[in-house]
């Protein structure tokens, strides 16, 4: 057996750390709370705690640790700049201080930047060198693959399309974020229910109308409630809107749309199509295009954060790599 690699997925309520091996198979894993409020020196040594639960014990040589974290992240430095989620942490070196405990190369990314990486090494974009990929949850994320590289940019803040700016209501100024992320479907839900429109939604939040959330919206709208139809419309027609931008500015083989809020189906993704058809410039930019639902759900930051080791922080290309080890 080859090398092995150690993943950190750093979240505001969990540490997940785990060994896989150079194909990036799961070999162990360790799940803890990540119980931030207790202070950043605290926070880290639970961090330390969990990658030695999944050291090999034969001695076997790590190649190196790769880190998923939330928020802005500067991969050249590995510095977390302000994750969310995570009280205490400002400007923290987290790559330095692994590196200084282990001996080992750190590599670190931003968490859908890692998402990225891992559906093109073992999921829906296998095989693809031209990636968008776009989490649609609480909030936006994305991740972009050029050539088989990761775009990181000048300082590794690149590729946030969640925060593309939209034009709407008569020429406010929002985002992708802001329109068609799950909090704020259920925004749009709560202000037309207490304009007074007629939904299932209502019956369905017990009458309190603060319980709505896209998960809520998701299941009326597959029980056929018009109200919650339009609404979900809305957020595949804001994503197809973002899509349509990346597609005329990076032109890709394959879109990717994973995050909780994806979880809707057709009923999103048809409305998205359709505005991708409608508003690129010319069908050469969809033509062959794919737009596939992510497919490695939960374990996509473990198996990101080992391709951050094998790429050598997305640098390397991605295709070329897995290729090479499953030859």
């Given at each position: 057996?080859?090398?092995?690699?150690?993943?950190?997925?750093?979240?505001?309520?969990?540490?997940?750390?785990?060994?896989?091996?150079?194909?990036?198979?799961?070999?162990?894993?360790?799940?803890?709370?990540?119980?931030?409020?207790?202070?950043?020196?605290?926070?880290?040594?639970?961090?330390?705690?969990?990658?030695?639960?999944?050291?090999?014990?034969?001695?076997?040589?790590?190649?190196?640790?790769?880190?998923?974290?939330?928020?802005?992240?500067?991969?050249?430095?590995?510095?977390?700049?302000?994750?969310?989620?995570?009280?205490?942490?400002?400007?923290?070196?987290?790559?330095?201080?692994?590196?200084?405990?282990?001996?080992?190369?750190?590599?670190?990314?931003?968490?859908?930047?890692?998402?990225?990486?891992?559906?093109?090494?073992?999921?829906?974009?296998?095989?693809?060198?031209?990636?968008?990929?776009?989490?649609?949850?609480?909030?936006?994320?994305?991740?972009?693959?050029?050539?088989?590289?990761?775009?990181?940019?000048?300082?590794?803040?690149?590729?946030?399309?969640?925060?593309?700016?939209?034009?709407?209501?008569?020429?406010r100024v929002s985002t992708l974020e802001k329109e068609?992320?799950?909090?704020?479907?259920?925004?749009?839900?709560?202000?037309?229910?207490?304009?007074?429109?007629?939904?299932?939604?209502?019956?369905?939040?017990?009458?309190?109308?603060?319980?709505?959330?896209?998960?809520?919206?998701?299941?009326?709208?597959?029980?056929?409630?018009?109200?919650?139809?339009?609404?979900v419309a809305y957020g595949g027609f804001c994503v197809?809107?973002?899509?349509?931008?990346?597609?005329?500015?990076?032109?890709?083989?394959?879109?990717?749309?994973?995050?909780?809020?994806?979880?809707?189906?057709?009923?999103?993704?048809?409305?998205?199509?359709?505005?991708?058809?409608?508003?690129?410039?010319?069908?050469?930019?969809?033509?062959?295009?794919?737009?596939?639902?992510?497919?490695?759900?939960?374990?996509?930051?473990?198996?990101?954060?080992?391709?951050?080791?094998?790429?050598?922080?997305?640098?390397?290309?991605?295709?070329?790599?897995?290729?090479?080890?499953?030859?």
């Amino acid at each position: 057996m080859g090398a092995q690699l150690v993943s950190l997925d750093l979240g505001g309520t969990q540490i997940r750390t785990a060994r896989l091996d150079e194909h990036l198979n799961l070999l162990q894993r360790y799940d803890t709370l990540t119980l931030a409020e207790q202070g950043l020196d605290t926070t880290i040594d639970r961090i330390k705690a969990a990658i030695m639960q999944v050291l090999p014990q034969d001695g076997a040589p790590i190649a190196g640790i790769g880190v998923s974290a939330p928020g802005a992240l500067n991969p050249q430095t590995g510095v977390l700049v302000a994750p969310p989620n995570l009280r205490g942490w400002h400007n923290v070196p987290i790559g330095d201080i692994l590196r200084e405990a282990f001996g080992v190369p750190v590599y670190c990314g931003n968490d859908a930047n890692v998402a990225a990486l891992a559906e093109v090494a073992r999921g829906a974009a296998r095989g693809f060198r031209h990636v968008i990929y776009i989490t649609v949850s609480t909030g936006i994320g994305s991740g972009i693959i050029y050539d088989g590289r990761l775009l990181l940019g000048r300082e590794g803040l690149a590729a946030e399309a969640g925060h593309m700016p939209l034009v709407v209501d008569g020429g406010r100024v929002s985002t992708l974020e802001k329109e068609a992320a799950g909090p704020a479907l259920a925004r749009r839900a709560r202000s037309r229910l207490e304009a007074g429109e007629s939904s299932a939604l209502r019956e369905m939040a017990g009458g309190d109308l603060s319980r709505i959330d896209a998960r809520m919206i998701g299941q009326a709208a597959h029980a056929g409630d018009a109200l919650a139809r339009e609404i979900v419309a809305y957020g595949g027609f804001c994503v197809g809107l973002g899509i349509v931008s990346l597609l005329h500015i990076f032109n890709p083989d394959v879109v990717v749309i994973g995050g909780g809020v994806s979880n809707i189906g057709d009923l999103l993704f048809t409305p998205m199509w359709e505005t991708v058809k409608r508003y690129t410039l010319d069908e050469a930019y969809w033509r062959d295009l794919r737009i596939e639902r992510a497919q490695l759900g939960g374990d996509v930051s473990i198996v990101g954060a080992g391709a951050l080791v094998l790429t050598h922080g997305g640098q390397a290309d991605v295709t070329q790599v897995i290729h090479i080890l499953n030859d």
